[in-house]
């Protein structure tokens, strides 16, 4: 018996769309359209005109030939609209200098819309490539006219139609010529992309086209966001996410404060924003200190007494419970191996809460016109968040807009945009605009944190320490089960749905014969607070089992860990190719790291790999950590951390070594430095004076290594955070042979272990 729930996928299937290339006044636009909007019109520059159709790709090149990249993505960061703005512009000869992007709003023609996952080149590399070459082709068939050359002897260039010594530039084909094509399924398909080595823009260093405007100030992100008319708001979150009913509110201390102008409790029709209301002031100052001045009665919800303790406790039972949860894998016959050896090994890993604390705290301003709801904010996962908010109003979906800014850090917390809510009942309620801002406490109480975990590791082997069987629990509380339910798929013994974020990155590349991995939702942890989809997700903490527990499995059948995983890396089955690029980092990361060198008293070196987030889209990653461990105080400096990566080809290298190193220290930081708990049914450490991210005096050295290749490119946004923290504690177990299994990896901690 062999089961999996994914399969590798490495390219979207466009078969239903067509692209358009059209005259449309003085530009030509180029696009991808849907074909429900082409049954009854065979002309683009008509379709391209109306915009009555969803494109991915949309490309408008003006009469100065300057090139402009609609990006129906979100950007925290990460420079998504210039890698997207190089893959088109590199197929379609453009000069870079007179490329432009613009972060398009909600409407319905952009298609839907999320940023996350890493997905956003993985998924769209292949389209842009090929509207690119189509751009191309159509520019080069009218510049040859022109030139009076047949195509054949043209190519594109710096934003010219070339020919031996005759060319043409894009601004002139394009005030001169008419464009009215539509190219098929099978056209597309078909187009003549550039082999990597011609490419001229996509791996080639370059700064990000967004940079100048973040640098001067001029870039807009949504806190900047005003209207005319508009009051602010603070919100004052009740004690508990769910189940909270104001009772009284008491604001008579609050009136003496200049520009006080009172205060809303809100009813959501949806019932995602329970308890809450909403204090309004002619300036934010006014707002905030109103909250301070204002004093709410509750009847607290059920969770109110709930505990970080309550709650670990709730995930261990359940993974000692062999009854509980649904298979996510089962290959081989574990429960037979187990019953027939008498080695066995096994081992619980925890991980604690941990909060997205992203720069920019949650803002939303929001304004009626003419009975549509404008939403003004950043945000990741628009055609998510938009149909909420319309049920929260009581509003049919094309009567709201979101309107997308710049996001001052993302990381998951704004994939779901459950802070426009609030702010859009209270502008519908008192009928003004309305700025609605969190400060940092607000933000945390708010928060969708990382669930706390439980994983349980069973090992079976043979007479000679030889692995047999690994059986693996995993439980938490599930972000897609609340916010996405839609999303997740069934379990492969079709006893119940799986939330595939998180569940991914148990379904690991090591040929085991004997696999099995049960999961299960932490209910009371999804009934006290929503599971959030943190940075890397659910692979963030399992990974930290596997690996860790990996380390575990190569010491007790006595080999080096390295050379286990390598051994179990054979691709083989359905583990063929993918293990095999895994092992290549990992036989790179060996060499680079000096792996095996003598090293000094209390030093050790820990290693530990991931493939990404998914199965679906896994990205080649081998981590090597070397600590030195104060055996007095526990203490683990982190002094290096090399990783290679093989994310195959690199679109933008100054874009893609950002996103490694920025994911590696996030990694760090949850390692060592971050962890939440809920304390009375809420997140309790909630500004910077208690939660502690990781500061530049701890930031180790960084080897990051990327391998060249020319397979198509996959996610980089997450993958860098996985393997981070297992490679830690099997570094600590290497230095002073303690073994931790509970994230954070406090001092206090290591110190009991070194002292037990």
Same mark, same amino acid.
């Given at each position: 018996?062999?089961?999996?729930?994914?399969?590798?996928?490495?390219?979207?299937?466009?078969?239903?769309?067509?692209?358009?290339?059209?005259?449309?006044?003085?530009?030509?636009?180029?696009?991808?359209?849907?074909?429900?909007?082409?049954?009854?019109? /065979?002309?683009?520059?008509?379709?391209?005109?109306?915009?009555?159709?969803?494109?991915?790709?949309?490309?408008?090149?003006?009469?100065?030939?300057?090139?402009?990249?609609?990006?129906?993505?979100?950007?925290?960061?990460?420079?998504?609209?210039?890698?997207?703005?190089?893959?088109?512009?590199?197929?379609?000869?453009?000069?870079?200098?007179?490329?432009?992007? %613009?972060?398009?709003?909600?409407? @319905?023609?952009?298609?839907?819309?999320?940023?996350?996952?890493?997905?956003?080149?993985?998924?769209?590399?292949?389209?842009?490539?090929?509207?690119?070459?189509?751009?191309?082709?159509?520019?080069?068939?009218?510049?040859?006219?022109?030139?009076? *050359?047949?195509?054949?002897?043209?190519?594109?260039?710096?934003?010219?139609?070339?020919?031996?010594?005759?060319?043409?530039?894009?601004?002139?084909?394009?005030?001169?010529?008419?464009?009215?094509?539509?190219?098929?399924?099978?056209?597309?398909?078909?187009?003549?992309?550039?082999?990597?080595?011609?490419?001229?823009?996509?791996?080639?260093?370059?700064?990000?086209?967004?940079?100048?405007?973040?640098?001067?100030?001029?870039?807009?992100?949504?806190?900047?966001?005003?209207?005319?008319?508009?009051?602010?708001?603070?919100?004052?979150?009740?004690?508990?996410?769910?189940?909270?009913?104001?009772?009284?509110?008491?604001?008579?201390?609050?009136?003496?404060?200049?520009?006080?102008?009172?205060?809303?409790?809100?009813?959501?029709?949806?019932?995602?924003?329970?308890?809450?209301?909403?204090?309004?002031?002619?300036?934010?100052?006014?707002?905030?200190?109103?909250?301070?001045?204002?004093?709410?009665?509750?009847?607290?919800?059920?969770?109110?007494?709930?505990?970080?303790?309550?709650?670990?406790?709730?995930?261990?039972?359940l993974v000692n419970d062999k009854n509980q949860g649904v298979l996510f894998v089962?290959?081989?016959? *574990?429960?037979?191996?187990?019953?027939?050896?008498?080695?066995?090994?096994?081992?619980?890993?925890?991980?604690?809460?941990?909060?997205?604390f992203q720069l920019e705290p949650l803002n939303a301003t929001v304004e009626f016109?003419?009975?549509?709801?404008?939403?003004?904010?950043?945000?990741?996962?628009?055609?998510?968040?938009?149909?909420? *908010?319309?049920?929260?109003?009581?509003?049919?979906?094309?009567?709201?807009?979101?309107?997308?800014?710049?996001?001052?850090?993302?990381?998951? %917390?704004?994939?779901?945009?459950?802070?426009?809510?609030?702010?859009?009942?209270?502008?519908?309620?008192?009928?003004?605009?309305?700025?609605?801002?969190?400060?940092?406490?607000?933000?945390?109480?708010?928060?969708?944190?990382?669930?706390?975990?439980?994983?349980?590791?069973?090992?079976?082997?043979?007479?000679?320490?030889?692995?047999?069987?690994?059986?693996?629990?995993?439980?938490?509380?599930? @972000?897609?089960?609340?916010?996405?339910?839609?999303?997740?798929?069934?379990?492969?013994?079709?006893?119940?749905?799986?939330?595939?974020?998180?569940?991914?990155?148990?379904?690991?590349?090591?040929?085991?014969?004997?696999?099995?991995?049960?999961?299960?939702?932490?209910?009371?942890?999804?009934?006290?607070?929503?599971?959030?989809?943190?940075?890397?997700?659910?692979?963030?903490?399992?990974?930290?089992?596997?690996?860790?527990?990996?380390?575990?499995?190569?010491?007790?059948?006595?080999?080096?860990?390295?050379?286990?995983?390598?051994?179990?890396?054979?691709?083989?089955?359905?583990?063929?190719?993918?293990?095999? %690029?895994?092992?290549?980092?990992?036989?790179?990361?060996?060499?680079?790291?000096?792996?095996?060198?003598?090293?000094?008293?209390?030093?050790?070196?820990?290693?530990?790999?991931?493939?990404?987030?998914?199965?679906?889209?896994?990205?080649?990653?081998?981590?090597?950590?070397?600590?030195?461990?104060?055996?007095?105080?526990?203490?683990?400096?982190?002094?290096?951390?090399?990783?290679?990566?093989?994310?195959?080809?690199?679109?933008?290298?100054?874009?893609?070594?950002?996103?490694?190193?920025?994911? *590696?220290?996030?990694?760090?930081?949850?390692?060592?430095?971050?962890?939440?708990?809920?304390?009375?049914?809420?997140?309790?450490?909630?500004?910077?004076?208690?939660?502690? /991210?990781?500061?530049?005096?701890?930031?180790?050295?960084?080897?990051?290594?990327?391998?060249?290749?020319?397979? @198509?490119?996959?996610?980089?946004?997450?993958?860098?955070?996985?393997?981070?923290?297992?490679?830690?504690?099997?570094?600590?177990?290497?230095?002073?042979?303690?073994?931790?299994?509970?994230?954070?990896?406090?001092?206090?901690?290591?110190?009991?272990?070194?002292?037990?």
């Amino acid at each position: 018996m062999s089961k999996q729930q994914n399969e590798p996928q490495n390219e979207i299937d466009a078969s239903r769309r067509r692209f358009m290339i059209g005259s449309v006044g003085t530009s030509l636009l180029m696009a991808f359209g849907g074909v429900s909007g082409l049954v009854n019109s /065979p002309s683009a520059q008509a379709l391209l005109a109306s915009k009555s159709f969803s494109p991915n790709v949309w490309i408008e090149m003006n009469s100065e030939g300057e090139v402009l990249v609609n990006i129906a993505k979100a950007e925290m960061g990460q420079h998504v609209g210039t890698a997207f703005a190089r893959i088109v512009c590199d197929e379609l000869g453009a000069d870079w200098h007179s490329v432009r992007i %613009r972060h398009v709003d909600t409407d @319905p023609k952009w298609g839907f819309m999320v940023t996350g996952g890493s997905w956003s080149v993985f998924q769209n590399f292949k389209m842009l490539s090929q509207a690119g070459a189509a751009g191309r082709i159509a520019l080069i068939e009218a510049g040859a006219k022109m030139l009076g *050359v047949s195509p054949e002897s043209c190519d594109t260039e710096q934003g010219f139609v070339i020919s031996g010594d005759k060319k043409v530039s894009f601004a002139e084909i394009i005030q001169r010529g008419k464009f009215d094509k539509i190219l098929t399924a099978e056209e597309i398909k078909n187009l003549p992309l550039k082999p990597v080595k011609q490419l001229k823009l996509v791996g080639k260093k370059s700064q990000a086209l967004d940079i100048p405007a973040k640098t001067d100030g001029s870039a807009k992100y949504g806190i900047d966001v005003e209207v005319p008319g508009m009051v602010y708001a603070r919100p004052i979150v009740p004690p508990t996410r769910y189940g909270s009913k104001v009772l009284e509110v008491k604001d008579q201390a609050a009136k003496g404060i200049a520009g006080y102008l009172g205060y809303e409790i809100i009813t959501d029709p949806s019932d995602m924003i329970q308890g809450w209301v909403i204090v309004l002031g002619e300036t934010y100052a006014a707002a905030m200190n109103a909250v301070k001045a204002i004093s709410v009665s509750y009847q607290k919800g059920p969770t109110a007494t709930v505990s970080e303790e309550d709650i670990q406790q709730e995930g261990t039972r359940l993974v000692n419970d062999k009854n509980q949860g649904v298979l996510f894998v089962d290959e081989g016959d *574990v429960g037979a191996v187990t019953d027939l050896t008498e080695t066995h090994l096994t081992s619980t890993y925890k991980t604690a809460s941990a909060i997205h604390f992203q720069l920019e705290p949650l803002n939303a301003t929001v304004e009626f016109i003419d009975g549509v709801c404008h939403v003004h904010s950043g945000n990741q996962w628009q055609s998510l968040t938009l149909p909420a *908010v319309a049920k929260a109003l009581g509003l049919p979906a094309e009567k709201v807009v979101i309107h997308q800014y710049y996001l001052g850090g993302g990381f998951g %917390r704004r994939l779901f945009g459950d802070y426009m809510i609030p702010a859009a009942l209270v502008a519908q309620k008192i009928s003004k605009p309305v700025k609605l801002i969190f400060t940092r406490e607000d933000d945390s109480i708010f928060s969708q944190p990382r669930s706390p975990s439980v994983q349980r590791f069973d090992a079976a082997f043979d007479g000679k320490n030889a692995l047999l069987s690994v059986e693996h629990a995993l439980t938490a509380g599930w @972000p897609t089960l609340s916010m996405a339910p839609g999303f997740m798929p069934d379990s492969v013994d079709k006893k119940g749905k799986i939330d595939p974020f998180s569940t991914s990155g148990a379904d690991h590349w090591y040929s085991i014969e004997n696999h099995r991995v049960r999961a299960i939702n932490n209910d009371l942890a999804q009934r006290t607070f929503l599971p959030g989809w943190l940075r890397s997700v659910g692979p963030g903490w399992i990974g930290w089992g596997v690996e860790s527990f990996m380390d575990e499995i190569a010491h007790q059948s006595k080999q080096d860990p390295v050379a286990f995983r390598l051994n179990l890396l054979d691709g083989k089955g359905k583990n063929k190719a993918g293990a095999e %690029r895994l092992a290549h980092t990992l036989k790179q990361a060996k060499e680079a790291s000096g792996w095996g060198e003598k090293l000094a008293a209390d030093e050790g070196m820990g290693v530990a790999v991931c493939a990404g987030q998914e199965r679906t889209m896994p990205t080649w990653i081998s981590c090597v950590a070397k600590v030195k461990v104060n055996r007095g105080t526990g203490e683990v400096s982190l002094k290096k951390l090399t990783l290679v990566v093989d994310c195959g080809l690199v679109v933008h290298p100054d874009g893609a070594l950002a996103q490694l190193e920025g994911s *590696v220290l996030w990694g760090v930081s949850l390692a060592l430095h971050e962890g939440n708990a809920f304390k009375e049914g809420k997140i309790s450490a909630i500004n910077l004076n208690s939660y502690s /991210p990781l500061r530049m005096n701890n930031v180790p050295e960084l080897d990051i290594r990327f391998v060249e290749s020319e397979e @198509p490119p996959v996610g980089l946004g997450e993958p860098g955070v996985i393997a981070v923290a297992p490679a830690i504690g099997n570094a600590i177990f290497d230095a002073v042979g303690v073994r931790v299994r509970d994230l954070p990896i406090r001092a206090d901690e290591v110190k009991r272990l070194l002292n037990s």
